[in-house]
């Protein structure tokens, strides 16, 4: 674990105010839920991810919908890719989304290119492709995204729907 030697003071409240650096460098922001555990008498604060807490469901629908539709999928949370179809896993999996996927998951809204255009899933890696993203919608905060995309063809509209149908699904588990 790497300390940056920065002390703060804890309020009469109980309160203390994560440094705006640390804050920034881990995309925190207000209204996010931390996780706070205790671990050899120091004090974990670890960012919450509702879509992480349902990973073994996500992983379940990734990989029926991606073995059975011939098409590559990424569903991610807000900090990283938490599921992929199984032959993406070394190329996306846990790794940290780009700042382009976390500003389509803010806008809440479907994207899709009939085009083959270039876009970053994950940092430094630009991907030349046909998509349809979703935003994860629950309890009306943006949580994550389904990714569905193809290198090599477009994608019919039953394929360009199932960004959304996945994210809906995913809903479901989450606000369960």
């Known amino acids: 674990m790497k300390t940056i030697g920065i002390v703060r003071r804890i309020d009469d409240l109980g309160r203390i105010v994560i440094p705006k650096e640390i804050r920034n460098t881990l995309r925190i922001k207000s209204g996010d839920n931390l996780d706070v555990m205790v671990y050899d008498n120091k004090i974990i604060l670890q960012k919450f991810s509702n ?33 992929s179809s199984d032959f993406l896993k070394d190329k996306y999996l846990n790794k940290e989304i780009s700042d382009t996927l976390l500003r389509l998951i803010d806008c809440r809204d479907k994207v899709s290119s009939k085009q083959k255009a270039d876009i970053e899933f994950i940092n430094g890696k630009l991907d030349s492709c046909y998509y349809s993203i979703s935003s994860i919608v629950s309890n009306s905060d943006a949580v994550g995204s389904v990714v569905v995309f193809s290198s090599d063809r477009p994608l ?3 394929e360009d729907s199932m960004s959304s149908v996945l994210a809906k699904l995913l809903v479901k588990h989450l606000e369960y």
Do not use: G, Q, T
Request: glycine fraction near 0%; include cysteine.
């Open 51 to 83: 879509v992480a807490k349902v990973e073994n469901v996500v992983c379940d629908y990734v990989s029926a919908f991606s073995s059975s539709l011939h098409i590559d999928i990424l569903v991610s949370d807000r900090d990283r890719i938490v599921s």
């Open 156 to 158: 019919s509209a039953i």
